[in-house]
């Protein structure tokens, strides 16, 4: 199993930035990817961005351009830079891992237990 702690949530105004942070507990090397995921209240949990363990990135349409996705495989941490916080990047975000597995070829997902990111006007 993977355990992931996230971190760096907090209160922006819009315009502003924030970090956060996702600390798994084995080498992420090893892990096929990581992702970030977020969920307003009232709606579904979407993905944000993904880091494959290739380097691959994908983002949400409507962050590109303002979050960055990226990874320190030393530390075992993947990071979401974001900036130009807008009031509907209100949600709380996650981070997921998906694990290659011998009895899945979808692998399996490890969450974590969310951050919360409150962006106000």
């Known amino acids: 199993q993977v355990q992931l702690v996230e971190s760096g949530g907090g209160l922006v105004q819009a315009g502003g930035s924030l970090r956060l942070s996702c600390a798994a507990s084995?080498?992420?090397?090893?892990?096929?990817?990581m992702g970030w995921y977020r969920q307003a209240p009232g709606k579904g949990r979407d993905m944000v961005a993904i880091?494959?363990?290739?380097?691959?990135?994908k983002y949400r349409e409507s962050v590109k351009g303002r979050f960055t996705i990226s990874r320190d495989v030393a530390k075992n941490t993947v990071y979401l830079q974001m900036n130009s916080l807008k009031r509907e990047d209100t949600a709380v975000y996650y981070c997921?891992?998906?694990?290659?597995?011998?009895?899945?070829?979808?692998?399996?997902?490890?969450w974590g237990q969310g951050t919360q990111v409150t962006v106000s006007s």
């Open positions: 997921k891992a998906n694990v290659a597995i011998e009895t899945d070829p979808h692998g399996a997902d490890y």
């Open positions: 084995q080498s992420i090397s090893s892990i096929e990817s």
């Open positions: 880091i494959t363990t290739d380097g691959s990135i």
